[in-house]
């Protein structure tokens, strides 16, 4: 193409025009593209077109990194590629389709402004005109402009007039009155500054597809052109799809139909493989940056860079499909990219089934395409966003720590020492002028209706017009009279009934006001009516619906006012929601019952009835108005008929209102400004007022100077959002005449950016007539009714005539609450205008606004407080707020000190005066000759960090940057939340239906820059709602705080959302310091990754522990083993045991096998359990050459088979290994892992049932592990030939079987039993849960490692009871199976896992009658032991008791045993053992490794449950886990345990040994040092506690014993109260008290209780703090009642909370800021990555743990199709 600057000049400007009109919205983007395309075509050569045909159309432009390109000459964006000197050659237009270009929209003409001027490229004249399409986050190339700044040629002028007038007509009517050419030009120039920094990549947050489609501006061909590109078609195979239970669900498959589908979900899941889109981002154009589609042919690379190895964006490379040829060098990229563990090499089977998940095993040719999309991945934007965090932006953080709140708040509120200070002298108060009344002002209201009413009765008094302009009725003062007396005699009349009384309403009584916005006549009616009769009037607000918040709030306030009736018209009456059933009027959710009296058709007052006569005490209440404060809740402010009247005569006064004047009114008639005025003022004066509803204003914005001009009003009541929107109809313009107007009042002329509504309106309408004097802009609040008002005509009044001002301040010495004048050029200023003067007879001072009321110096922002006989009085029935509002008496800073007899100093102040003074709200200054200039009010007010913001002026920057573009002007909110002790920003606007995503996410991202350059804080959260979502007030404008409620609870569903906590919290707790030297007491308790380096040890670490609390080192023992009383005549091979058992007793019943209906499947006595054991063994022996020593797999379902394999490989003197077989649903994931055991344990043959042979042979199987390449497998119901001959001899140190287990880290590891170890360990268990052959045990567990295992297989036969086996599969599909056991077969002690105990809390919550009538009973229950490898789950333990206690369960029989992989049982609760004792600890204090114990309901308080009670045998101490020295029993450690159970030591472990190889040789460096203990893993603490039944009599609410501290002092009372309790305690049931007390004569002593904190492995590391995820969790569990599931893991040094959202899709965004917020105060951290997803996503083992690591690597292989992914700034 030919060169730019060669291109004729009129293709130059159309294409400049051109780009105009597409960013002034004048043409879409398709006409855009044509007309562009047709320009240019005819100077492309023809060799570019042809390439351009043959070159596929790419999805997206993708935007290089600048590091990545800067040594490239050329630059493109978009098909023009712009070379470093600013010319552009414009090629491949005409092949882009539309869909492509409304992505790559943003990057048109994205060169600075001097390059793309120097080179001629637009042309000069009028590029500042353009408003581009978007861009660079904050990219100075952007400004919108609406008008050219700084230089606009000749030629173009008539054009920019044209288009000037054509954007005006475009306008929409949604628009508000924060327009500001200043605030624009401010932002633009704020954005400018920005250039030189390096941009801020943001992340964009990912989408699911249907979220997309939901949220507004997606268009179809976006979803089509990205979501069938970004996964190839070889990926789904019609022999992969089968129907995935819900928690199985594969990576890449998702089934057609899910089985369990989540409740309301709208989007197909199954319809698409991966049904999420990643939001592409093309937000960082720059001249520096490169397309990488678009440059490589036309010119020869020069020295391209390395590739990075930190990807920092997710924009870096095209889609699969078009990036086959660099597969390679996308590989390289991504192994550097990792560093974190390793999980993206999956090549290895192994390494794929390492973590036992459904989301790590990945095909073959699933991992070129993984790779191939690399730099889409998650992890790609998470490097994004940490490389954006790495900025110097961010404050730094104060260096402290945090151990209480007080210090949070301090650091909260910092002292700037630069602030400015206030250096002007005290303040002194300002005099309104004297109250002159005109003569014959009447003396009343009532008098004056009365008078105007009789004398002038065809007066006008009230008009309206109806929807259409047009006007329908007027009310004469002599029918507003009549009506009036009609109404107050009704209601002297009517009888109510109030409950059972009938009564009258009488003089004093309230009554409430219900009257929808467009019927002021039949409101004025009541009103003088219930003047009239004495009763008070409350004006409320109509409800639309029951369920409508707002009403909540006003129903509160209508009970504390004690109304009972409400005043309505029929119209009004028939629109209130009805009952469905009775079809009357509804209860409103929160109201009173009301008795509606309607106004209208009532009969005439007989003649004798004389309104005249009631006397009404002055003092007495005229009205009550209802008002709002800062949180939402309504308040009734109480008004007096003295300050009413006096207010009126004010006005009169200050606005010269004269008896037959019109006056227009656009104004809200109900409360405030327009009650004032249009309602009571009018009537003083006998004026004639006309209304103009809202409906007619949104329809017709002009039409209230239409009637100005039609009724030659002299007055008119309007808001500074109708002058914009008067300014915008400029069609109706022509016709109009303001002439006659001397006063257009401008009720909220106190907002700073009424300005610039005034200012526009006065210079377009002074040629209409408007006079400049007949602005007048006031300042208002209900407490202290007009607080300033501008004089009309300004020349009366002793004013000078020119009194008018205006300053320019700075808003940063404003934000420290003082007065300091700025330059008008600058950024950073506000313009404000003054409200005119005090009101007559008032007297105004300015005080502080926080504190004491100290008068302030005359530079110094303040509230505004008013004292005059025309103020509101009270807040009806709240004396406290009333005191400090309505009774304020300012103090001189004149402080005097007097010291008293005790020393202590007394500050006194002198008070100004007497009177007291009133709080108006408003913050401000008095300026020269006594203008009043407002600022902000109270309530918008933000105090962040210690500098106030007020949200309009938020709202003004926000809407400065490119308003017109994305969001409507006049629908966003702004309020600050409390989190973390500190008010946070919060901006909620409403986006334009057809802004795309990057659109508003790179609007919201420049959003940020704008306000932060221009106001100097963070918004904490910016969200984006779909049109019309902000909750409005009935006259249209944002019900703020309802708005603010709907965010905290989340119900506000927004569309988008970017929350910024990185850089806004900056008052975050500092780590404890670490002590070098001697001292290291904090050192010696940190646990792992905390970066410690000097690990030496110093004499104090020994006492460790003895300097926080308690004078003992952490160290307990279970009792002694002793001997069992059968022990002589008893062998102790588990093999002589069963077969001793199956001689003396052959036909005991020791297993029983039931189904899911809950009947018997199989039973096994002893002898037969011995026959199958020996028939086994031969099998093992004749077909599968097994030798004693050999290892045998075992993969069987729970049941009887296993038990038998297992004795048969023991009988044999093989090792056995027991496997969980793969779910025939879910192969593909649980397969591989099953295959990786087996080799592992080295396994030499597979023992099996027929079904799990045919799986691991079948076809599916196949596309996972090819079936030839298994050992052999034998089916153990095939025959041998031959009987075995006899049991094999082993010693007691030899192996008797093998355990693996998979951790919640994603850990495979297999330990080695020894027989010693097994015999000990079946000893141990027996002593302590008292296990006899007459015994009945249930088990609900997985019968395949630790505890689990040994409880289904080996203590049944060694202690003979009769073991009632039910699979927790069987469970899931019966819920009430393993309770009816219980209470069928009166069962006393049982097992199961928490899987189990949550799966009935959640499945009979509401099946609690069913099962009473189907007599199940649980006060069999002595023992219910939670088999678990965890901390306690204290809620949902606490849960289940709860629910079942309805079935007889005792609450105090459920307890949590404790095991490990090198021990399997070191706690379990026995059948005598006392209650498990609950402490409370500090929360913060275990972050440091710090045990303090805190009470109940104390703040940061955790509740931590003992894990039962140490077997016997077992020793445990609690060791620093880094520096193994012995700690005290104030300190977490890791737990250490000795016992002759313990495993003999790993037989693998899957990953790296060595960190391993100490676990079960550890030795302390302090103390005893030669004993050898085995290492856990589980961090953990001791707490001596008293050991007595009696405790568990302790109600929840009373502390428990164990939570007071628990030294010896406590032992007398506790001792004492067991003798009072034990009786009592064990009444109900005499056999339990009679074992009880056996069992527990020589126990009422001190025990040491275990209590587990959390797995070293899973704790999370951050800013030196120690942190577990159970924790984390738990509070982000209660942000949102639709949260199903969470779970949290970190990736470099990010949190990422993973949470599972039981709703409908539009409902995802809620979370993410509830989310950020419960973990920034529970837990002082900022998460980083906050992902939403279906329920069922997050892994959970057959344990019921949760597997976090897996979910990580699911995640971070983009494997979790999430429904939103929002990355936290």
């Not at 790559?104 to 490229?121: N, P, R, T």
């Not at 899911?1156 to 037969?1168: F, M, N, P, V």
């Not at 599916?1260 to 095939?1278: G, N, Q």
């Not at 567990?1341 to 003979?1360: K, Q, R």
Request: hydrophobic fraction near 35%.
């Amino acid at each position: 193409m030919e060169h730019p600057s060669s291109l004729p000049g009129y293709v130059r400007e159309k294409l400049a025009e051109l780009d105009l009109e597409l960013s002034e919205g004048d043409i879409t983007q398709k006409g855009y593209e044509k007309k562009r395309a047709k320009l240019l075509q005819p100077f492309l050569k023809k060799h570019e077109v042809d390439k351009v045909k043959s070159t596929p159309p790419p999805p997206y432009y993708n935007v290089k990194d600048a590091n990545n390109s800067s040594s490239h000459g050329n630059v493109s964006s978009d098909g023009v590629i712009v070379s470093s000197e600013g010319y552009s050659y414009v090629t491949e237009v005409p092949s882009l389709s539309s869909s492509q270009q409304r992505h790559s929209k943003k990057i048109e003409f994205q060169v600075g402004k001097s390059s793309a001027l120097q080179g001629g490229h637009v042309g000069a004249p009028g590029y500042e005109n353009m408003r581009p399409q978007g861009g660079a986050v904050g990219d100075p190339g952007y400004q919108n402009t609406r008008e050219p700044s700084g230089f606009q040629s000749q030629q173009s002028t008539n054009s920019s007039q044209h288009r000037q007038r054509r954007t005006q007509r475009k306008v929409t009517h949604n628009e508000k009155r924060y327009h500001s050419e200043v605030r624009q030009e401010a932002v633009q120039q704020a954005l400018a500054a920005l250039k030189g920094r390096p941009k801020p990549s943001l992340p964009m947050p990912s989408k699911r597809t249907s979220v997309l489609n939901r949220s507004p501006g997606c268009n179809d061909e976006l979803d089509s052109s990205t979501d069938d590109e970004s996964i190839p078609e070889e990926n789904i195979s019609p022999d992969k799809e089968y129907n995935y239970p819900r928690d199985h669900i594969s990576n890449s498959i998702l089934p057609p139909e899910p089985i369990i589908k989540p409740p309301i979900r709208e989007s197909s899941i199954g319809s698409q493989p991966h049904s999420r889109l990643d939001v592409k981002q093309n937000q960082m154009p720059n001249p520096k940056y490169t397309s990488s589609n678009s440059a490589p042919d036309r010119r020869p690379p020069q020295n391209l860079p390395p590739l990075p190895t930190s990807d920092t964006s997710s924009t870096d490379s095209p889609p699969i499909a078009y990036k086959r040829e660099n597969d390679l060098s996308d590989k390289a990229f991504k192994q550097k990219q990792f560093n974190a563990p390793d999980i993206t090499q999956f090549n290895n089977a192994h390494r794929a089934a390492d973590r036992v998940t459904r989301y790590v095993n990945v095909s073959q040719n699933e991992l070129n395409e993984a790779d191939a999309n690399g730099k889409w991945k998650v992890s790609a934007k998470i490097q994004q966003l940490l490389n954006t965090l790495k900025r110097p932006k961010r404050r730094p953080l104060p260096e402290f720590y945090e151990d209480n709140d007080i210090e949070l708040e301090i650091a909260a509120n910092t002292k700037d020492p630069n602030a400015p200070k206030p250096e002007g002298s005290t303040m002194t108060p300002v005099q309104g002028e004297q109250l002159s009344i005109p003569a014959g002002l009447p003396r009343t209201l009532e008098c004056a209706l009365q008078r105007y009413g009789t004398n002038s009765f065809k007066s006008p008094m009230a008009t309206v017009l109806d929807p259409n302009g047009k006007i329908t009725t007027t009310l004469t003062y002599g029918k507003l009279l009549s009506r009036a007396q009609k109404v107050a005699y009704a209601l002297s009349t009517k009888i109510f009934s109030k409950g059972p009384e009938q009564v009258t309403l009488k003089a004093g009584d309230r009554v409430a006001l219900v009257y929808p916005n467009n019927d002021p006549l039949s409101f004025i009616t009541a009103w003088y009516g219930c003047m009239f009769r004495g009763l008070v009037p409350l004006p409320i607000e109509l409800p639309l619906s029951s369920s409508d918040t707002p009403p909540q709030q006003v129903g509160f306030l209508l009970s504390s006012c004690g109304i009972t009736v409400a005043l309505t018209s029929e119209a009004c009456l028939k629109g209130l929601p009805k009952s469905t059933t009775t079809g009357e009027i509804a209860k409103l959710k929160g109201w009173p019952r009301l008795q509606w009296f309607v106004t209208e058709h009532l009969p005439k007052p007989p003649k004798e009835f004389n309104v005249g006569n009631l006397r009404v005490d002055d003092s007495a209440a005229a009205y009550i108005e209802y008002t709002t404060d800062k949180e939402g809740s309504v308040m009734g402010v109480t008004v007096t008929r003295a300050a009413m009247i006096n207010h009126c005569r004010a006005l009169t006064m200050a606005c010269h209102y004269t008896e037959g004047e019109t006056i227009v009114c656009v104004l809200d008639f109900k409360r405030e400004v327009g009650l004032w005025h249009s309602v009571l003022t009018s009537v003083l004066n006998g004026m004639h007022v006309i209304f103009i509803p809202y409906a007619l204003m949104k329809l017709r914005p002009s039409s209230w100077m239409q009637l100005i001009t039609k009724h030659r009003a002299s007055c008119c009541l309007v808001k500074s959002r109708d002058l914009h929107w008067g300014l915008l109809a400029t069609k109706d313009h022509k016709d109009i005449s303001l002439s006659s107007l001397r006063m257009l009042l401008v009720a909220d002329g106190a907002n700073p950016w009424s300005l610039s509504s005034c200012d526009q309106f006065l210079s377009v309408f002074q040629a209409k007539g408007l006079r400049s004097d007949a602005i007048c802009p006031c300042a208002s609040s209900s407490e202290v009714f007009t607080v300033s008002l501008r004089r009309p005509g300004r020349g009366s009044c002793g004013f000078s005539p020119s009194a008018t001002g205006r300053g320019v301040l700075s808003m940063a010495a404003l934000s420290h609450g003082v007065v300091r004048v700025d330059s008008e050029d600058s950024l950073t200023s506000l313009t404000l205008q003054d409200c005119g003067q005090v009101m007559p007879a008032a007297q105004m001072v300015v005080v502080r606004s926080e504190g004491v009321p100290v008068l302030c110096k005359t530079d110094q922002v303040g509230e505004i407080c008013v004292t005059s006989g025309s103020t509101s009085a009270s807040y009806f029935g709240l004396d406290g707020m009333t005191n400090s509002t309505f009774k304020v008496q300012p103090l001189l800073e004149e402080f005097e000190q007097l010291k008293d007899g005790n020393g202590t100093v007394n500050v006194i102040s002198k008070q100004i005066g007497e009177e007291f003074y009133v709080r108006s709200g408003l913050l401000g200054f008095l300026g020269p000759g006594g203008l009043v200039f407002v600022c902000g009010s109270r309530d918008g007010l933000m105090t962040v960090t210690g500098r106030k913001h007020n949200a309009d002026d938020i709202i003004a920057t926000v809407l400065a940057v490119e308003p017109m573009r994305f969001i409507y002007r006049g629908r966003i909110a702004v309020f600050s939340i409390k989190v973390l002790r500190d008010e946070r920003v919060c901006v909620i606007a409403e986006q334009r239906p057809d802004c795309s995503e990057e659109e508003s996410f790179q609007w919201m991202s420049r959003v940020l820059q704008a306000v932060d350059s221009i106001h100097q804080v963070g918004i904490y959260c910016l969200a984006l709602v779909p049109p019309n979502h902000l909750p409005k007030t009935p006259l249209g404008g944002i019900h703020l705080c309802e708005a603010r409620r709907r965010f905290l609870e989340g119900s506000l569903h927004p569309a988008n959302v970017l929350m910024c906590p990185h850089t806004c919290v900056t008052n975050l707790p500092k780590p404890r310091e670490l002590h070098q030297g001697v001292q290291t007491v904090a050192k010696l308790s940190s646990s792992s990754g905390c970066g410690i380096t000097d690990t030496g040890v110093g004499p104090a670490s020994v006492m460790v522990g003895n300097l926080v609390q308690g004078n003992r080192l952490a160290e307990a023992h279970g009792r002694d083993v002793g001997l069992a009383e059968d022990c002589e005549r008893k062998p102790q091979l588990i093999t002589g045991v069963l077969r001793w058992r199956a001689n003396t007793s052959p036909d005991h019943i020791i297993f029983t096998l039931l189904n899911s209906k809950g009947a018997i499947a199989k039973t096994l006595t002893c002898s037969e359990l011995h026959k199958r054991a020996e028939k086994i063994a031969a099998l093992l022996q004749e077909r599968g050459r097994i030798e004693a020593g050999d290892h045998v797999a075992l993969i069987f379902p729970p049941g009887l088979d296993l038990l038998c394999a297992f004795y048969g490989c023991l009988y044999l003197g093989a090792i056995p290994i027991t496997i969980r077989p793969p779910h025939p649903q879910n192969l593909n994931t649980t397969l591989p892992t099953v295959r990786m055991i087996v080799d592992v344990s080295k396994s030499g043959i597979v023992l099996s049932i027929q079904p799990i042979i045919k799986l691991l042979k079948s076809r599916e199987a196949a596309t996972s592990i090819d079936p030839k390449t298994w050992p052999p497998i034998l089916d153990i119901d095939d025959n041998p030939k031959r009987k075995y001959a006899g049991i094999a001899t082993v010693t007691f140190d030899s192996s008797a079987y093998l355990d693996f287990s998979v951790s919640t880290c994603g850990r495979l590891s297999g330990v080695n039993i020894t027989h010693r170890s097994l015999s000990s360990l079946c000893a141990s268990l027996k002593l302590a849960c008292e296990l006899y052959p007459s015994r009945h045990v249930a088990l609900c567990l997985d019968p395949y490692c630790g505890l689990g295992f040994v409880m289904w297989t080996l203590i049944g036969v060694y202690s003979g009871h009769h073991s009632i086996l039910i699979a927790p599969y069987e469970v899931e599909a019966n819920p009430s199976l393993w309770l009816s056991t219980l209470s069928q077969h009166r069962v006393r002690d049982t097992f199961c896992s928490y899987g189990v105990i949550e799966l009935c809390t959640k499945a009979l919550s509401n099946s609690i009658p069913s099962l009473k009538q189907r007599n199940i009973d649980l006060r069999c229950v002595r023992t219910c032991v939670v088999v678990a490898e965890e901390r306690p789950r204290v809620q949902l333990t606490q849960q289940f008791c709860k629910l079942f206690q309805a079935l007889g369960l005792n609450t105090r029989c459920v307890s949590t045993s404790f095991g490990c992989r090198v021990n399997p049982a070191i706690c379990v609760q026995g059948a005598s053992s006392a209650e498990s004792a609950q402490v409370y600890v500090d929360m913060r204090a275990l972050r440091n490794n710090r045990v303090a114990l805190v009470e109940r309901g104390a703040p940061n308080s955790l509740c931590v449950i003992e894990s039962g009670k140490l077997l016997p045998g077992v020793k445990v101490i609690i060791a620093n886990p880094d520096t193994k020295g012995h700690c005290g029993d104030s300190h977490l450690g890791e737990i250490w345990v000795q016992a002759p159970h313990n495993a003999n030591g790993y037989f693998t472990i899957y990953g790296d040994e060595t960190d391993y190889n100490d676990h079960f040789n550890a030795k302390l460096v302090t103390g005893a040092t030669s004993e050898l203990y085995a290492r856990t893993g589980y961090l953990g603490f001791l707490r001596r506690t008293e050991c007595s039944q009696a405790a568990s009599l302790l109600d929840e609410t009373t502390p428990s014993v164990a939570s007071r501290d628990s030294d010896t002092e406590s032992l007398n009372s506790i001792s004492q109260l067991q003798l009072n309790f034990s009786s009592a305690s064990l009444g109900g049931n005499t056999e339990h008290s009679l074992i009880s007390g056996a069992g527990n004569s020589n126990d009422q002593e001190l025990h040491d209780a275990v209590y587990v904190v959390g797995a070293v492995d899973e704790v999370i590391s951050l800013r030196g703090m120690n942190y577990h995820p159970i924790d984390i969790e738990n509070s982000v569990m209660r942000c949102h009642k639709k949260i199903a599931e969470c779970a949290v893991f970190t990736w470099t040094n990010l949190l990422v909370v993973v949470v599972e959202l039981d709703g409908n899709e539009s409902e995802a965004l809620d979370l993410v800021p509830l989310v950020t917020n419960t973990v920034l105060e529970d837990h002082q951290l900022i998460v980083g990555v906050v992902v939403v997803v279906d329920p069922g996503v997050v892994p959970i083992n057959s344990r019921g743990e949760k597997q976090r690591m897996h979910l990580r690597d699911g995640f971070l292989a983009d494997q979790l199709d999430p429904i939103y992914v929002a990355y936290n700034m």
